[in-house]
């Protein structure tokens, strides 16, 4: 007779492991992103906005670039309406993102509400690329949710220590958001054609810095790759799953 067999240990489960996968790189981009409030908070003070304003800024607008924007407007002597137009203009983008993950997601009512405000760069490119809806949730969620989280926080504590700090692009912070892009950017670069876009992309983006304000290259970058997109559509058909994402 055979002794008693060993006690089996059940597999973890591929989508227990994909999910896992989506929290950590979505944890990652979070931490890299977020941390990066704590400049605004400097810059924005030193701007001449209060404490207070700062932080309330951060709740309710809550886009880096438009943020960023609007204070600059603001320390260069602007007008308050010319500085929040300049904000609206560089948060158009997160239409764009809105009509790509509102049928992504499947959210109605007032979850659909309260998602568009975790609705920015780093939450939409982690969940563009997921296979699921319920990966492309959690991935959303995931990152928005902790960006807005670490964001107001380091936005306070620049706030309050940008005196004492100075600016904390000397500490190297700016080029962390960067690197979480380019993170997530490389491994979509295997097709030739996602090469060639990246690189007009980027060549129309570093062309405008010197010319338009801040947050008009990425626009533009953003314009090259829609016009690719557009085009490869219309000579090619629609493209395909893995290069829709």
């Known amino acids: 007779m055979t002794g008693p067999l060993p006690p089996s240990s059940s597999p973890v489960p591929p989508d227990a492991d994909a999910r896992r996968a989506v929290v950590r790189d979505s944890l990652g981009v979070a931490l890299a992103t977020g941390t990066y409030g704590v400049s605004f908070g400097a810059v924005s003070v030193a701007s001449g906005l209060s404490v207070a304003q700062t932080c309330v800024l951060s709740l309710v607008m809550f886009t880096g670039a438009s943020q960023f924007a609007l204070v600059g407007v603001v320390a260069s002597g602007g007008a308050p309406l010319s500085a929040a137009a300049t904000a609206w ?5 997160n239409t764009l993102y ?3 993950l509102g049928p992504l997601l499947g959210w109605r009512g007032r979850r659909r509400v309260l998602a568009a405000h975790l609705l920015i760069d780093e939450s939409t490119a982690m969940s563009v690329t997921r296979p699921t809806t319920a990966q492309a949730r959690l991935g959303f969620l995931v990152t928005g949710g902790g960006i807005f989280v670490l964001w107001n926080l380091f936005t306070l504590l620049g706030a309050v220590g940008g005196t004492v700090l100075g600016d904390p692009r000397t500490f190297g912070l700016d080029a962390a958001v960067g690197a979480a892009f380019l993170a997530l950017l490389w491994p979509r670069l295997s097709d ?5 876009v990246a690189v007009l992309a980027a060549g129309a983006a570093l062309g405008l810095v010197p010319l338009t304000a801040a947050g008009v290259p990425v626009l533009a970058a953003g314009g090259v790759a829609l016009l690719a997109g557009a085009l490869a559509a219309v000579r090619g058909g629609a493209p395909t799953d893995g290069a829709a994402r």
Request: glycine residues 16%; charged residues 25%; without cysteine.
């Open 98 to 100: 809105g009509l790509r």
């Open 192 to 196: 030739p054609l996602h090469r060639a």
């Open 89 to 93: 203009l560089l948060g158009t983008r």
